[in-house]
């Protein structure tokens, strides 16, 4: 009944005025811009929530996606191989990111005690940082804490290659039982076109209901992210929040904890393929343990 585009880097135009359109691009810019911090020149490139694990199982997610878009379908089936090559080369290329220094507000202990929030404020507000990478739903968090009048602006996640980035949506569902005639007749009328308009109208909100008409929403950035949203080609539904038991990610488990271990390792100065060797033995030890993969 509510989709969220989680393909999506956060700037303020006045800050980054033109922002890059290519992994290569974004890479260059944050060693740029990290020397520069490192100096005391100028803001961190980054701010990360890296407290919350599902920020970084996002930027797994859209980097895997993006490289790789059949191996990250086979991840959420039960032969799914977390030790192959396309996890190994995503996670090369977090590293090759993440490891930068000067990448992040604090560096990297600092990030893993941020959690999402902050690191919008430290955009929009406090501007420690050039950068955010997080969902739709990012806006209004920054309209909330932002510092002044200015609206943080939004580019996609950028792709390796040539074409267009990937983008990774989420979902809010309601489940009731089969038996239950009322929430049933609840659920059929919350996903009616009819019944969403309000909160199109309101803003906030994209809908996953393709027959809602993109004139409807009111916001033109709105209006845009569902119109993505709208190509099938580049698609793909959060893989962490299709994954077994405890390895979909809680505080301090599954795949939330493996990529939050990760994180500590590369920005600790583990190389990176130490790094990649324990986060896959990690990854197909908690898919095995949940009956996923190996």
Partial sequence: MKAAHKSLIWHLPSVLPVPPTSWDELVALTRRLGTLAVRGDGPAPLAIGAADGWVLTDWFENVLADLAPAAYDALAGPDADWRGQPVRDALDRLAELWSIDGAFVGGGRRALLTQYEESVIQVVRSRRAVMVFEADFTAEVGSRFRGGSEEAAAFRFPSAGSGVGPLIVGGDAAVVFADARGGV????????????????????????????????YTNPVRRRFAAEMRDPGTLRFDLSDQLRGAFTGSDGVGIWRIMQDFFADVTGGVRAAEAVRRATGQLAAAARSAGGGR
């Fill in 185 to 216: 007749e609840l659920v059929e009328w919350l996903t009616r076109a009819d019944s969403f308009r309000p909160w199109l109208h309101a803003g906030g909100y994209l809908s996953p209901n393709t027959t809602i008409p993109l004139a409807d």
